[in-house]
């Protein structure tokens, strides 16, 4: 009933509600004065969300530029403390543990673990093998062998023979399978290479979720939603944000936040 009811309010004060569409792959989604909540959200996460995704309708009106901006301190606090962001990130990994990039983390480093594995392989036959230099043997072995293919993509499909019917499929995972006679050197080599680009495609998804999550305008709206949820606890993660925050919230800043806020 209180999401209805909530939704009932908004849609007063002139922001279309959307709750049957998938909200772009997100929880919820704001542009100007429409927000979506996806249809696929738990019922626990739909105040939430809703809430979260008013604080960006609150921050639009304080800053129409936000959407390409990603908003700045000084206009959603006016003044930009050194310590409000640091705050800002606490509440944002309470209020979602994404942020976090646990399982992200966790993933670079068995990635990690693996790499080096590899390099002990090589290094058992070529004791001098870097990383960061040329692996000369290795070049001039792969030149000859269709496995440079595997050097690019981790699985390949090679079309031959009269109108190119005769298919051959490799792939990293079954190196050893497809090139029985290949050094066990090289093959480790192969899926060191391999785990590089996995490793940085990891590292490039982490930075993007940083980028993303760091952003004032995602963070005060992950405030907002920390203060629904547990305004306690959001006051004792971020208490120089907090003491700004609702001193503007009371003088009216915030305009129907404070309305939400105190009735929902």
């Known amino acids: 009933?209180?999401?209805?009811?909530?939704?009932?309010?908004?849609?007063?004060?002139?922001i279309e509600v959307h709750t049957t569409t998938k909200a772009?792959?997100?929880?919820?989604?704001?542009?100007?004065?429409r927000i979506d909540i996806s249809k696929n959200i738990p019922p626990y996460r739909v105040m939430p969300t809703l809430v979260?995704?008013?604080?960006?309708?609150?921050?639009?009106n304080l800053e129409p530029e936000m959407p390409k901006t990603g908003?700045?301190?000084?206009?959603?606090?006016?003044?930009?403390?050194?310590?409000?962001?640091?705050?800002?990130?606490?509440?944002?990994?309470?209020?979602?543990?994404?942020?976090?990039?646990?399982?992200?983390?966790?993933?670079?480093?068995?990635?990690?673990?693996q790499l080096k594995k590899q390099e002990v392989i090589i290094k058992k036959f070529y004791p001098d093998f870097q990383r960061s230099k040329k692996f000369?043997?290795?070049?001039?072995?792969?030149k000859k062998s269709k496995a440079r293919y595997l050097l690019k993509y981790d699985r390949v499909k090679l079309l031959g023979g009269?109108?190119?019917?005769?298919?051959?499929?490799?792939?990293?995972?079954?190196?050893?399978?497809?090139?029985?006679?290949?050094?066990?050197a090289f093959a480790a080599y192969i899926r060191l290479?391999?785990?590089?680009?996995?490793?940085?495609?990891?590292?490039?998804?982490?930075?993007?979720?940083?980028?993303y999550y760091t952003k004032p305008a995602e963070l005060f709206a992950r405030f907002v939603e920390g203060v629904y949820l547990d305004k306690e606890w959001t006051c004792v993660l971020a208490p120089s944000v907090s003491e700004n925050f609702f001193m503007l919230l009371e003088s009216g800043y915030y305009g129907k936040l404070k309305e939400v806020i105190e009735k929902f």
Do not use: W
């Open 24 to 33: 772009r792959g997100h929880q919820g989604f704001f542009l100007k004065s």
């Open 52 to 60: 979260h995704e008013f604080a960006h309708y609150i921050h639009y």
């Open 162 to 184: 009269l109108f190119r019917r005769s298919v051959e499929i490799y792939s990293v995972q079954n190196i050893e399978y497809d090139f029985p006679d290949m050094p066990e």
């Open 71 to 113: 908003g700045s301190f000084e206009k959603l606090f006016k003044q930009n403390k050194p310590e409000f962001e640091a705050e800002l990130i606490k509440v944002t990994n309470f209020v979602d543990e994404n942020s976090m990039c646990v399982k992200l983390n966790e993933h670079k480093e068995r990635v990690k673990d």
């Open 136 to 142: 000369k043997e290795f070049d001039k072995y792969i």
């Open 193 to 211: 290479r391999s785990l590089q680009k996995k490793q940085k495609r990891i590292s490039a998804r982490i930075n993007k979720l940083k980028k």
């Open 1 to 14: 009933m209180e999401a209805k009811e909530l939704i009932k309010y908004l849609k007063n004060l002139g």
